[in-house]
């Protein structure tokens, strides 16, 4: 009867299909068709007890159990068109959580590693006690909602902890290479008299060219396909000196931007980083808003890279999954260029 009632609360609506799952000899890995990454957590105990996909491949559903922890855990993934945030998503799933979440206790709302979470207990469903313990964590990401549901039955003092180490375990990455890089497309923006800028842009991510009047330089605007979890705002410059393109000349540039930014940073110190691209070199470093208003972004990295004969200004904002985000837009950065 148990195993009914957990069946009936995770059921997802979808058609029988095989999903793109893989294990490692570590981990399990989900993803379906479009991203341009997978979602990965420790397999030890877990076994699969339904995965299903969208007959468009571009959503699924896994459902998960550890019978020794008599644990539970599903993952629904599927492009975030009904919400475009996670608290957004958060809040819609509270709204209707569903017929077999009767009378919710001990209600609580909170971040933790990237997901907006609710949880809650159930004391019973339709007459039957199950003191079930529930993380309903939500998290948007490139354009994809994934909506994850955790829960113990005849849960005891010490099972938060269970449920709050699984969700710190849960981690994305690219990809494989080949994956990865058929998930690119290339784009030009046009620099007036001055040619093009070239860069390479994962498929999933949408992009906008700002351009200003009298001919200044465009700053083009990288976001995901859905929801505003993060911006990178790249403007490339012609008409500099040879001097502006040379190593300390950038640094000067990029910590006289730091000095700005600090009095509003949590970081007493923001340190400069090296990087080096394939036509030039630059530095940025990385703040934390000590009070980010509603709607703005909690993290930012900023910085200048030398591209060519160009150089290039870009601020990366995030209120999540920060290091992957600046890791990919690096990436974009470092193979850009300059075509006249």
């Not at 996909?53 to 539970?72: G, I, K, T, W």
């Not at 001919?215 to 929801?227: E, K, M, Q």
């Not at 509003?264 to 630059?282: A, I």
Request: hydrophobic share 35%.
């Amino acid at each position: 009867m148990m195993k009914l009632v957990v069946s009936l609360i995770f059921m997802a609506i979808a058609t029988l299909a095989h999903a793109d799952m893989r294990q490692s000899e570590e981990l399990i890995h989900l993803s379906v068709r479009g991203m341009s990454w997978e979602l990965q957590f420790p397999r030890q105990g877990w076994q699969v007890d339904q995965e299903r996909l969208r007959q468009d491949s571009r959503a699924c559903y896994y459902m998960f159990s550890d019978p020794n922890r008599q644990l539970n855990a599903s993952f629904f993934i599927e492009p975030a068109e009904k919400c475009k945030t996670s608290r957004d998503c958060r809040s819609m799933y509270w709204r209707d959580p569903g017929p077999f979440i009767e009378n919710p206790q001990s209600v609580e709302q909170f971040e933790e590693n990237g997901f907006a979470i609710v949880k809650f207990m159930v004391p019973s469903v339709r007459g039957l006690q199950v003191n079930q313990l529930n993380y309903s964590g939500h998290m948007v990401r490139d354009g994809y909602w994934v909506d994850m549901h955790l829960s113990k039955m005849q849960s005891q003092k010490g099972d938060e902890a269970l449920l709050s180490g699984f969700v710190k375990t849960v981690s994305f990455q690219q990809k494989p290479a080949v994956a990865a890089k058929a998930s690119k497309s290339e784009r030009r923006y046009p620099l007036g008299d001055y040619g093009f800028f070239r860069v390479n842009i994962p498929s999933s991510w949408k992009d906008e060219l700002h351009q200003p009047p009298s001919r200044l330089p465009p700053t083009i605007v990288l976001s995901p396909a859905a929801g505003k979890t993060f911006q990178i705002l790249i403007t490339p410059i012609w008409g500099g000196k040879r001097d502006v393109l040379e190593d300390q000349a950038i640094k000067e540039l990029v910590q006289k931007s730091a000095e700005r930014v600090k009095p509003q940073s949590v970081e007493k110190t923001l340190q400069l980083v090296g990087f080096e691209g394939t036509s030039g070199k630059g530095y940025y470093f990385f703040s934390t808003d000590k009070a980010p208003k509603p709607g703005e972004y909690k993290y930012m990295t900023q910085g200048t890279l030398a591209v060519d004969d160009l150089i290039v200004t870009f601020t990366i904002l995030t209120n999540s999954n920060h290091e992957e985000i600046v890791k990919e837009a690096l990436t974009i950065l470092k193979e850009a260029r300059h075509l006249r």
